[in-house]
């Protein structure tokens, strides 16, 4: 194709994308560090290759200020309500983040 970036641009679900036929699966695989390991059967569309991410631990840490919980209480209340949550509803209004 003429312009493979302009093509690349418009893939929505790739495991893996190569551009251009100086960029064979080989060089991606072997040289370049594009994960060889994909996913298939429309798990794209959800996931990313196998890579050494793949194999890392990531944390996540929050912190609300009472100010903070009164505001979001509301919504996170409304969710847990919705989906049929209620003890989550009960930890969000027990700390003060509105009735219940």
């Given at each position: 194709m003429r312009d493979p970036a302009a093509v690349a641009a418009r893939i929505r679900h790739a495991g893996e994308i190569l551009l251009g036929q100086a960029t064979p699966f080989a060089a991606a695989n072997y040289a370049i560090g594009v994960p060889h390991a994909l996913p298939t059967g429309g798990w794209a569309a959800a996931t990313s290759g196998v890579s050494v991410l793949a194999?890392?631990?990531?944390?996540?840490?929050?912190?609300?200020?009472?100010?903070?919980l009164r505001t979001l209480a509301p919504v996170a209340a409304a969710l847990g309500?919705?989906?049929?949550?209620?003890a989550h509803v009960q930890a969000i209004t027990a700390r003060g983040g509105g009735e219940d």
């Amino acid at each position: 194709m003429r312009d493979p970036a302009a093509v690349a641009a418009r893939i929505r679900h790739a495991g893996e994308i190569l551009l251009g036929q100086a960029t064979p699966f080989a060089a991606a695989n072997y040289a370049i560090g594009v994960p060889h390991a994909l996913p298939t059967g429309g798990w794209a569309a959800a996931t990313s290759g196998v890579s050494v991410l793949a194999f890392t631990k990531t944390s996540f840490v929050a912190r609300l200020t009472d100010a903070g919980l009164r505001t979001l209480a509301p919504v996170a209340a409304a969710l847990g309500r919705y989906e049929g949550f209620p003890a989550h509803v009960q930890a969000i209004t027990a700390r003060g983040g509105g009735e219940d």
